[in-house]
């Protein structure tokens, strides 16, 4: 049975930063591309960043160079370390084990699955 497990998430004012952790259980394949989302109320749920199980990584324009997506050696558990967060960042966050080995060309959530129960994340002024 696959688990998936974000934590992390919190409140923060402008400018701070979170660092949230997932840990993905259970899965059936053994190199996967893994993504990072947030979905907002009313809302779909959006790719905010992405991770190969070589290290590939991507980053929606919004976050680039403000967050960043890694993985630790045994590619159990996912970071995403979130520094000069905005008020358009809060959301709830989760990540996803997708079908795919590799990321590229499927920067969706089309194949992701598997969902957590996500963490919030509020960053207010």
């Known amino acids: 049975q696959v688990q998936v497990a974000e934590s992390g998430g919190g409140s923060v004012q402008i400018g701070g930063s979170l660092t949230l952790s997932c840990v993905i259980s259970?899965?059936?394949?053994?190199?996967?591309?893994v993504g990072w989302f947030r979905q907002t109320p009313g809302k779909e749920r959006q790719g905010v960043a992405y991770i190969d199980s070589d290290g590939e990584t991507t980053y929606v324009e919004s976050v680039k160079g403000r967050f960043t997506i890694s993985q630790d050696n045994t590619k159990t558990t996912r970071y995403l370390q979130m520094d000069n967060l905005k008020p358009e960042d809060s959301g709830l966050y989760y990540c996803?084990?997708?079908?795919?080995?590799?990321?590229?060309?499927?920067?969706?959530?089309?194949?992701?699955?598997?969902w957590g129960q996500g963490t919030q994340v509020t960053v207010s002024s």
């Open positions: 996803a084990p997708s079908a795919w080995t590799f990321c590229a060309g499927h920067y969706g959530v089309d194949g992701f699955g598997h």
């Open positions: 259970g899965y059936k394949f053994s190199e996967y591309c």
